[in-house]
């Protein structure tokens, strides 16, 4: 198995314009995870996915912010506009069908995001 | 709400040294407890997870954490560390009636000096 795959790897653009961070779960994981690192406040969790529907979105930082998964192989994070407190890495993880919390989350390599 | 404290941001160790990183939680309910490694330019890989049952969970490399309810600890230690321990450390806390969220620490650095 691939993994879990994001795109791209590295994404440098200037404050206002439109990002798009893309993320490929496992095959036959049902959950997916979208974190933001950061120095200041680490690994924080913006929001997650159950069969492609949003359950918790209380992380993501405001309007600029949106997440969509289509599809069981697929999901977006975009800001826009951007600014460059966006600036971070972030991950995609997915957990496969299961008990729930016991079950391990696999992450992706993870975008790293600069705002100019 | 659940929270995660790792009390040492950075631990410098010897080879074949022993090292303890430290990681205390908050809940108010029962909780699933995990350690995650991030190696330079990874995303993070899990290490090893209590459950339930032994309060002692080992990795296969060689690393074991403890998990303590009374002190709501649950501290990840290595007898003998290698070169290619150095990495980023994370303890994560879930709550089982919560069911999927994980709230992560700060982190733990190790870097593994010859």
């Known amino acids: 198995d691939a993994g879990v795959i994001q795109s791209p790897r590295h994404e440098v653009t200037e404050m206002g314009q439109e990002v798009t961070l893309r993320c490929k779960p496992i095959?036959?994981?049902?959950?997916l995870f979208w974190y933001r690192q950061t120095m200041m406040r680490g690994l924080e969790l913006l929001i997650y996915?159950?069969?492609?529907?949003?359950?918790?979105d209380s992380g993501m930082p405001e309007d600029r912010f949106s997440a969509k998964m289509p599809n069981a192989s697929f999901s977006t994070l975009k800001i826009q506009p951007s600014e460059p407190r966006d600036s971070a890495v972030y991950f995609c993880a997915s957990r496969s069908p299961g008990q729930g919390a016991t079950d391990t989350q696999y992450f992706g390599p993870g975008t790293r995001l600069t705002v100019l | 709400a659940q929270s995660v404290t790792q009390l040492d941001s950075q631990v410098p160790v010897f080879e074949e040294a022993p090292v303890e990183l430290r990681c205390n939680y908050s809940s108010s309910v029962s909780v699933y407890l995990f350690w995650y490694v991030q190696y330079p330019n990874q995303g993070l890989q899990l290490l090893l997870k209590?459950?339930?049952?032994?309060?002692l969970v080992e990795s296969i490399n060689g690393f074991e954490a403890e998990f303590n309810k009374s002190q709501t600890s649950f501290h990840l230690r290595k007898p003998s560390v290698h070169i290619s321990d150095t990495a980023e450390y994370f303890c994560?806390?879930?709550?089982?009636?919560?069911?999927?969220?994980?709230?992560f620490g700060g982190g733990t650095r190790v870097l593994v000096k010859p």
């Open positions: 095959s036959g994981h049902n959950s």
């Open positions: 996915f159950n069969n492609n529907v949003p359950i918790d």
């Open positions: 994560a806390v879930s709550e089982i009636a919560a069911g999927n969220k994980l709230t």
């Open positions: 209590y459950l339930s049952g032994s309060t």
